[in-house]
């Protein structure tokens, strides 16, 4: 009775572990993409709040020249970020899908399987990754009907790919661990509403960090949703450019998956407390 059960051992550098780590993973993930191909009805109406931010709101500030963008236009400095929002608003209410799985006893059924709790954690996350490619093609069609000029460089759109994934992972892995503290539909929702909009505007999606005020740009500085943004500008757009560096993009971003992926795997079995 003192023995450990297997999904709750220490993680173990053993490459036998690695791939036991990444089997489990891997089977939660095509669980979440067969529900998401079984009603794929989330997808498209998703993609009706981006075509409103760049058809009507990028089209009446692109006449505001006040907006200091470089060599592009403002619709194409926007692009990026509005498909940045979408990635947000997409993963940040996965913790919602997590709370119902608790209800119908799912979870129940995933803590007392052998599997790692980073692992479940994991798995979901990279289905996440893959939501956010749905939200790239809409955003891709959409610039190319707006007459925007794109990258279309294989390591650029790798890159964007990639950006986006580990952006969505991000954000859904932070909507499950609100999801293990609040624990209740409602709450989650109204705290997810509270966090989307602050998140979204608090970051360079709209506008770039040099109007920002001092205080502003130190919380845009520690907003995972500016590196995404600042990633995805440099990658996507013609004559766009990362302003922090890709190296920097990228390494911010995946330590506060690191750690989110931490937080979440211990706060997981709580969820059904």
């Known amino acids: 009775m003192s023995e450990k059960p297997e999904g709750q051992r220490t993680a173990s550098p053993d490459p036998l ?7 489990e993973s891997a089977a939660i993930a095509r669980v979440e993409l067969t529900k998401l191909l079984r009603d794929p009805t989330e997808l498209f109406t998703r993609a009706v709040q981006p075509v409103l931010w760049i058809v009507i ?15 592009v236009s403002y619709l194409s400095f926007m692009t990026p970020g509005i498909l940045a929002q979408s990635v947000l608003f997409s993963a940040i209410f996965f ?7 608790r209800d119908l006893g799912i979870i129940h059924k995933l803590l007392v399987s052998p599997a790692h709790r980073n692992a479940l954690v994991f798995g979901k996350a990279v289905s996440s990754g893959f939501r956010g ?6 955003i891709y069609v959409l610039a190319l009907a707006m007459g ?20 969505s992972a991000i954000f859904s892995t932070f909507s499950l661990i609100v999801a293990c503290i609040v624990k209740t539909r409602e709450r989650f929702m109204g705290i997810g509403q509270l ?21 502003l740009r130190w919380l845009a500085m520690l907003n995972p949703l500016t590196y995404l943004v600042d990633s995805l500008r440099g990658l996507m757009i013609a004559g766009g450019h990362s302003v922090h560096g890709f190296g920097v993009d990228f390494g911010v971003m995946g330590i506060v998956f690191i750690v989110f992926l931490v937080i979440a795997g211990r706060l997981y079995p709580t969820l059904v407390q």
């Open 57 to 71: 709101f990028g089209q009446v500030f692109s006449r505001v020249r006040g907006i200091p963008t470089g060599s």
């Open 133 to 138: 490619f749905v939200q790239v093609v809409i």
């Open 17 to 23: 572990f690695l791939i036991a780590f990444f089997r």
């Open 95 to 101: 913790g919602i899908a997590v709370i119902w799985e």
């Open 148 to 167: 925007i000029s794109l990258r279309w460089q294989p390591e650029d759109v790798l890159g964007v790919l990639f950006s986006v994934a580990l952006g």
């Open 195 to 215: 966090l989307t909009m602050p998140l979204f505007f608090a970051s360079n999606a709209i506008y770039p960090l040099s109007l920002m005020p001092p205080w």
